[in-house]
């Protein structure tokens, strides 16, 4: 689209409507959307929140998590301690660094206001879910999950009287001379121009966007379900990277896990992953294994296991689990294929007889012997011998009856977003912010997460810029 | 949805929870989902009974309809409340009532009907619209055995259906688990009873009538809780001061009985009315519709039965005390039919699921699988 002709196009229609100027505009409207919404309605009562959803589906992937992480003083919301250098080295443990060391620390440092904040706006909290317990020290818990937060956040919204509007499809933002002057909606046919003082992009990334992530994968991305929300199609980001944003993180790069091959394209949420995966084999279309499903204990390597199976071949794995493993992981949505041999699990798999005959007792010899194992750690009970091996928890495959899941990559989220200053502002190709444009949540994560992932922090960190691109567009509306 | 549909459906939407976990912080429904890996009709009918309705897992579910997952836990536990109602009730053409609201109108009606067709059968029509005085007034009307007899015989025969009941709920859902009584257990169950406990949802309270967490729900069913418990309180006072101190009623507006009976039926009928105005604008969406009917069909012959109890009161003194009279021992006599065949069969059903959630929590985890 010319971009500049549009905004010749809509400046004369944003003086016509100089009227219902907005001092905030929040385009978004999940978790960080919210934050900022809030935090600016405490120096400004001209707040606007375009949420794309319908009302239902409202606060994007927010809907689907369920804790967010927290440094902690070790009294109030956790009896134990969790330092803020902890945090950081837990962070550099996984991303292997974060891009921006200097946001990293004050998400982190931030993080530790986080739930008396929220409990302020109406959150509730309850103890870490069971079998969660490694958790405990480090996240917080709300009540319900993410949607009843995000209920409580809209009731929040509701209360101090900050404008709501539902499938608000903001489809460009007006900016001239890197100052915004406008958001530009679509209704049916027609387009609606809301012009404001600040903006705070809160709307997330474009794993939702198939044809985007077929730049980078190819058709391969037709197979790849999405676990979250339809409407994080990248619009946000497209047009921002279209304004001359500064680009940041690896665009092939996503967060994604196993999720069961039956799951629905978009939304299936936390439901749909899989965790039989160290308890058996895993075998692509071929009837071949091709990773060590022992490596380390699940909570460490779920979140490998969405992108290699994106690398196989039709993007497609099969767990394989026996009558003595069955009951040993959380009983999944889907009902396993189910057979009284290999040969005729192969057959209801659609996969080569022969082939995962061979590979079911080639695993089979090389746990040979193998009759205990302990899965709360890493037991060494490996293979002997097999390329690639399993390294913990191989038990032999021979107890009928036989299971099969169908694997996809579900991814989670995508990592590349727009570079952000310490204020939240969105950093233009020339090095120098935009005056009035801001960023919170998975729009800019990437400029903290280059890869990996610590449970319960994009959270922290929608919440941290949230909050803070809410409050400095605000002051920047007031001046 | 017949029986076998039923439970496959319930057991659909319970694996999806099973593997979510989401809502484990609002009630004992979840905690007790979470020791399952697969549903049966006993699973489902004990889940259902533990359910109080408080909708606080629905408007948090970020599966419910219009998602594909149609993930709708009040709806399918109302109705398959009401499939094992009817499944442990006796007998079978009786119990139909349960998901025939036609039937239970008819019940209703033939207890009012049958009861002023006796009273006019056997009351002198002078007796009847005549003003009585001094003890004894009432059974001048009504003579005191035609109005003890079947009241005891209802309650007799209310109570054997609740027996029968009892045991085949134990049956049901008692699953392989060993059943030790043990003072503990049992303290928390009559506590959760009596404080209504889990109709604070996840907290806040029941999400009546809309998306919102409230306390109304919990009041009002207090209200006609306590007030039920107030008005019994009021009768066994009555039949001590009758039968043990020979003093007959009506008794002075001071009196024990009168006190009690009249802080029970305000309390009733301000309760009744409260819920009816709750279910009457709550959302339909996580409703069961024949829930609903049996529901409005309880909740009408109760307040009417406390309304005509107060009217009985008020006008004690005028020529209108014995058709009141008359109309309020119909109304009870409809009300006991309920017992067995109404609404007020899940005090009896949530009692001993919450005993039996008890007993099963008390137990070491046969399923510590987390995630």
């Known amino acids: 689209m010319g971009a500049h002709s549009m905004s010749q196009r809509f400046s004369l229609k944003f003086v016509a409507n100089a009227a219902a100027q907005f001092d905030v505009i929040v385009v978004g409207g999940g978790n960080a959307a919210l934050c900022a919404a809030l935090a600016a309605r405490k120096l400004t009562p001209s707040v606007l929140l375009l949420e794309r959803a319908p009302e239902h589906m409202r606060g994007g992937n927010t809907r689907h998590t369920r804790n967010i992480r927290c440094a902690s003083a070790g009294n109030g919301y956790s009896a134990q301690e969790y330092s803020v250098e902890e945090f950081l080295e837990d962070l550099i443990g996984v991303t292997g660094g974060p891009a921006n060391l200097d946001l990293a620390k004050f998400a982190i440092q931030q993080s530790r206001d986080l739930p008396h904040w929220m409990s302020e706006q109406g959150i509730l909290w309850q103890p870490a879910l069971a079998g969660t317990l490694h958790l405990e020290r480090t996240n917080r818990w709300f009540l319900g999950g993410g949607k009843a937060l995000v209920n409580a956040y809209y009731d929040a919204l509701s209360r101090v009287g900050i404008a709501v509007r539902y499938g608000a499809d903001v489809a460009d933002l007006l900016i001239e001379d890197g100052e915004f002057r406008a958001v530009v909606l679509l209704n049916g046919d027609t387009e609606e121009v809301i012009p404001g003082r600040a903006v705070v992009v809160a709307a997330g990334g474009f794993e939702a966007n198939i044809e985007w992530l077929k730049r980078y994968w190819g058709d391969a991305a037709d197979n790849f379900l999405v676990r979250g929300t339809p409407f994080n199609d990248g619009t946000m980001l497209a047009t921002l990277i279209a304004k001359d944003a500064r680009q940041i993180g690896d665009p092939k790069a996503f967060h994604a896990i196993a999720v069961d091959g039956r799951a629905p394209k978009f939304d299936g949420g936390i439901v749909t992953r899989l965790d039989s995966i160290p308890f058996g084999v895993v075998v692509n279309r071929f009837g071949r294994r091709f990773y060590d499903e022992g490596e380390d204990i699940w909570p460490k390597r779920y979140a490998i296991w969405g992108r290699l199976i994106a690398e196989q071949p039709g993007q497609i794995a099969y767990s394989i689990v026996d009558g003595r493993t069955i009951r040993s992981f959380l009983p999944p949505v889907y009902k396993p294929y189910q057979a009284t041999s290999i040969k005729d699990l192969a057959a209801l798999l659609g996969l080569d007889a022969a082939t995962l005959v061979d590979t079911i007792q080639s695993f089979n010899r090389a746990t040979a012997g193998n009759s205990e194992s302990i899965p709360a750690r890493l037991d060494g009970v490996k293979t002997h011998g097999l390329s690639p091996p399993k390294s913990n928890w191989a038990l032999p495959i021979d107890r009928a009856p036989f299971y099969g899941f169908p694997l996809r990559p579900g991814i989670t989220f995508t990592y590349m977003g727009v570079e952000v200053d310490s204020n939240a502002r969105v950093i233009q190709r020339t090095g120098r912010p935009f005056s009035n444009v801001y960023a919170a949540g998975e729009i800019m994560s990437g400029n903290i997460l280059t890869k990996g992932y610590l449970a319960g922090f994009g959270l922290t960190i929608g919440s941290v810029f949230g909050r803070l691109a809410g409050k400095e567009a605000a002051s920047h509306a007031g001046r | ?371």
């Not at chain 2, 059943?179 to 506590?191: C, E, I, S, W």
């Open chain 2, 1 to 371: 949805m017949p029986g076998d549909d039923l439970v496959e459906e319930a057991s659909r939407q319970l694996t999806i929870c099973n593997a979510c976990r989401y809502c484990e912080g609002y009630c004992p429904v979840f905690p007790a989902i979470e020791v399952r890996r697969e549903f049966g009709k006993g699973d489902v009918f004990f889940l259902s009974n533990l359910c109080h309705d408080c909708r606080a897992c629905y408007y948090a579910c970020m599966y419910s309809p219009p998602h594909e997952f149609a993930v709708n836990l009040p709806q399918i536990m109302s109705e398959a409340r009401l499939e094992s109602y009817k499944a442990w009730s006796w007998p079978s053409s009786l119990a139909g009532s349960f998901r025939d609201i036609r039937k239970s109108i008819i019940l209703a009606g033939l207890a009012i009907g049958l009861t002023i067709a006796l009273a006019l059968t056997l009351v002198e029509p002078a007796k009847l619209f005549a003003v009585h005085h001094g003890p004894g007034g009432f059974y001048t009307v009504v003579p005191f055995l035609v109005m003890l007899l079947p009241a005891l015989g209802l309650t007799l025969y209310g109570g054997a259906v609740w027996m029968v009941g009892g045991v085949r709920f134990w049956k049901d859902t008692e699953g392989d688990l060993p059943y030790p009584m043990d003072f503990r257990v049992l303290a928390q169950t009559a506590g959760d009873i009596l404080k209504l406990k889990w109709l604070r949802g996840g907290g806040r309270g029941c999400y009546y009538p809309k998306a919102h967490a409230a306390q109304a729900r919990r009041l009002y069913h207090s209200l006609v809780y306590y007030g039920f418990l107030s008005a019994t309180v009021s009768t066994s006072l009555a039949a001590i001061y009758q039968d043990i101190l020979h003093k007959l009623p009506p008794y002075s507006l001071t009196s024990a009985p009168v006190l009690f009976g009249s802080i029970g039926g305000v309390a009733i009928i301000v309760g009744v009315a409260g819920l009816l105005v709750l279910k009457v604008t709550s959302d339909p969406v996580p409703a069961n519709s024949p829930s609903l009917g049996l529901d409005y069909v309880f909740l009408i012959i109760l307040g009417l039965t406390a309304l005509s109890g107060m009217f009985t009161l008020f006008f004690r003194e005028s020529s209108a005390m014995g058709i009141i009279l008359t109309l309020h021992l119909g109304l009870v006599a409809a009300l006991f039919i309920t017992v067995p065949y109404g609404k007020l069969v899940h005090a009896l059903y949530r009692s001993l699921a919450i005993l039996r959630h008890h007993l099963e929590q008390s137990q070491p985890r046969r399923n510590a699988k987390g995630h």
